[in-house]
Structures are given as C-alpha cells and as structure tokens.
C-alpha cells in the first residue's frame, strides 16, 4: 500500500516563526499536494509539484512556499506564521494527472496552531 | 466558476437504516467526480471515481451514480462503523479537483 506521511501530528507554533510542515510518500508518485482543510470550506489545494524541483501554486498559495528537492519528500513552508494559517493541513500524492482517474492518497495530516 | 456543493451537512441514521448522500457540481468538462472517505483524526481516504453519467459504482454497502449535473452516495443498511465524513471532489478542465466541504455521517446502533 502507498503510504504518505507526514511528520508531525499536532505542531503549536508562535505568531512570525517560520514553519516547516514535511511529506514523504513511499510509492514512487510523480505528483504531490498540500491542501488545508478548514471546518465549511471543505479542502484547498495551496501548492502542488508535477515533478522534482518544479511547483506550481494551487488556489491560496500567499503566506507559503514549498520546496520539492527529492521526489519523495514534499514541503510546505509558512514563511511567517500567522493566526490564520491556523488549520489542519493535509499532503497527498498520486501516480497522475489528479483530474482525470488518478485517485490521491492522503496523509494523517498535521493540525497546526499558530498563537 | 467550478463548484461543488455537498447535501446534508451532516445526517444521523438507525443502523440499517438506507439513505443517499449528493452531491452537486458544476465543472467545466467533467473528467472525473471522486468520493472519499474521512474518518476523524486521518486523511481522506479514496472510495470510488466516476467518469461518465449513468456510470455506477459499488463497495460493500456503498454505491456511487452520476448524472449529468450530480453525484449520489448511496448506503445499503449502514452499520456504526461506516460512520464519517464523506468528501465529494470534481475535476474538470483545470486539471485541478474542488472538493465539496462533506457530509457528516453519524450510524447509530
């Protein structure tokens, strides 16, 4: 089975600290996402890569950065916290284009605070 | 503007009791429409995908439709352990999936 993790389960963080969140899928995936995931607003892709050291902004990429270096591994940076990046973030990755019959497969996720 | 609107917010059941989940979507040429399965605490986990209206697809007690304008999660005699939020997702010709913000299923004994 393909396994994606992510390395911290639950991470508090101060207002202006700049924040490392990492994924590691284990299955050879071309493709990996970070989304964050709010109560009533459902999913947003923030960054995604098609490929090592390429990257290309999702829906709501201001206040990150990601950094793909091996293809395995998939960060998410946030820069300078703030309050509201406050949020569950979740890392996926899949075999292929993920609009067309390529399912993604999701890490546990990461529940940050930012104080 | 693509959207995908998920219906009930959240919905309570009888164990064996039978009810559907929809789903709602208006995407630029539809090319595929996914359902998952999140249970608190983990990350989504892949159910079925559909391609093409009429398309349907089963898994135990679920079975997913498609029509032209919706997507219907139907579950056969729920059981406490189906209980979770199921996560509907579109992807169109942006190449990118919206995601609904999900139904809440709560199956008690």
């Known amino acids: 089975d393909v396994k994606v993790t992510q390395s911290s389960r639950y991470l508090v963080k101060r207002t202006g600290e700049k924040v490392f969140l990492e994924c590691v899928q284990d299955m050879d995936h071309e493709n990996m996402f970070w989304y964050r995931q709010d109560p009533g607003l459902g999913l947003r892709l923030i960054y995604f890569?098609?490929?090592?050291?390429?990257?290309e902004k999702g829906d709501i990429p201001e206040g990150y950065s990601v950094s793909r270096e091996k293809k395995e591994r998939f960060s998410l940076i946030l820069e300078s916290a703030s309050t509201n990046q406050t949020s569950m973030y979740l890392c996926a990755s899949s075999i292929g284009p993920v609009a067309t019959n390529e399912k993604l497969f999701f890490g546990s996720g990461t529940q940050l605070s930012v104080l | 503007e693509d959207q995908v609107t998920q219906s009930p917010e959240a919905l309570r059941l009888q164990e064996g009791e039978s009810s559907s989940l929809n789903c709602s979507y208006t995407v630029s040429g539809l090319r595929g429409l996914f359902w998952y399965r999140q249970d608190p605490g983990k990350g989504p986990e892949f159910l079925f995908t559909?391609?093409?209206a009429g398309e349907e697809k089963e898994k135990e007690r679920l079975k997913a439709t498609l029509t032209k304008k919706e997507s219907f999660l139907h579950i056969t005699a729920p059981k406490p352990e189906d209980s979770a939020t199921y996560l509907c997702a579109a992807g169109g010709a942006t190449n990118k999936l919206i995601f609904g913000t999900g139904t809440l299923l709560a199956v008690q004994p």
């Open positions: 559909l391609y093409s």
């Open positions: 890569s098609y490929d090592v050291k390429m990257k």
